[in-house]
């Protein structure tokens, strides 16, 4: 029973499970995402030697209740990073360039087989670039990096 049962050719009679295709970005998203992508490098340098892997910054329309993610395959292997195009817009750069980095220290943990998580590491290390280590949104003003000299 076990080999008929393991013999069953199922790629015949259930759909494969296709990998949801990123499409591209819209042009309208090109200059913000090339801003965001060269404001990685400069934070990768800054605050983590440019020991981080280059990984695509990406922007959604549809991102509402966060401000950002960071995914990784199953293995823990950065993907990308995801801001909130309205958290963009409606905070400015430097409060995007916050979340940013808040998203590279989750690729820092990633890259370094630590947990991902807001746990102890996260914490220490959201202190060392210098952004507040929690994941949520402060009640008043949104913190912003200060770019001054960073970014034309």
Known sequence: ARRRF??????RHAPSRRRRRQNDPPP?????IAQLERLHQILNQRHF???LGTIPVRLSERMRSRLGEFRADHDGRPLAITLSRQHLQRDGLGA??????HEMVHQWQAETGRPLDH????RAK???VGIRPHATVPAGPMATLD???IIA
């Not at 746990?119 to 996260?122: D, P």
């Open 49 to 51: 030697g440019g020991t």
């Open 28 to 32: 309208e998203h090109a200059a913000e």
């Open 119 to 122: 746990g102890r590491a996260f």
């Open 96 to 101: 995007a360039a916050e979340t940013l980095l």
């Open 147 to 149: 770019l001054r000299g």
């Open 6 to 11: 393991l013999g069953f050719p199922v790629d």
């Open 126 to 128: 959201a202190r060392e």
